[in-house]
């Protein structure tokens, strides 16, 4: 009876590590080839078109007297259930995680001038600053952001542009120090929105402590909102759209 213990802990000591072995792939370069074809597929669609594609579709124009609005943006954008924050109401999200604005200014026909919104809810810039599609500039960021304007502008449809969210380092890329350039941008943005005749929504007042972070209640890792987090952008923004609806 004393043997039988050790014995069993061996045995069940091989039986772990044979079946780590076997769940190692028979290729050692396995690995490396999948990440090469997750590189491949991205390439072949940067601006990730496919995402929506189907559903753009499907979707179809508004219905009589529907005052659409499509909210378009990065992760923060993407992981906003807007059923919850706005019941009923006619939002669309099309928002991409890890999205830059060289990227989300690809897709702008196709998920938001294609749907016939009233109104585009403009979230993005923070993927930017921290380079996630390589680095750029204040300017660059400036130039797609106005871009975006401009192709609502001619089709019609009103812009709301939104401020970026407060964040004091990004974890993903711990080496940048976003907070200057976040309030740049920003600047930018309320005083372009103000010569432009758009709605500027500044989420980030609401949002920053006194450090010009997230508020640590209104998020798990300093960057996206929880759900404290979009209960505090919710109203913000629909008083935003309604400001940018009642605009001749």
Not at 111 to 129: F, S, Y
Request: proline share 6%.
């Amino acid at each position: 009876m004393f043997l039988m213990k050790p014995i069993l802990v061996v045995l069940a000591g091989l039986i772990l590590w044979s079946t780590a072995v076997a769940q190692q792939p028979s290729d050692p370069c396995a690995s490396l080839k999948e990440d090469q074809q997750a590189m491949e597929s991205r390439l072949r669609d940067w601006p990730d078109l496919a995402k929506y594609r189907e559903d753009d579709a499907k979707l179809g124009p508004p219905a009589k007297g529907e005052s659409r609005v499509v909210f378009l943006g990065d992760s923060i954008t993407e992981f906003w259930t807007l059923s919850d924050s706005f019941h009923g109401k006619p939002y669309v999200n099309r928002g991409i995680s890890g999205q830059t604005t060289p990227q989300i200014l690809l897709r702008f026909r196709q998920d938001v001038i294609a749907l016939r919104p009233e109104v585009v809810v403009i979230l993005a810039g923070t993927n930017d600053i921290a380079e996630n599609t390589g680095p750029i500039t204040l300017a660059a960021i400036e130039d797609n952001l106005t871009s975006m304007v401009d192709l609502a502008k001619r089709n019609g449809i009103r812009v709301v542009l939104a401020s970026l969210l407060p964040a004091l380092q990004y974890p993903w890329r711990a080496d940048i120090r976003p907070v200057e350039k976040i309030r740049a941008l920003n600047d930018w943005m309320k005083d372009y929105a103000a010569k432009e005749g758009l709605v500027f929504l500044d989420y980030h007042s609401a949002m920053a402590n006194d450090k010009r972070g997230l508020k640590t209640e209104l998020s798990e890792d300093g960057v996206h909102p929880n759900q404290a987090g979009y209960a505090v952008m919710a109203p913000l923004a629909e008083k935003a759209i309604g400001a940018a609806l009642s605009k001749n």
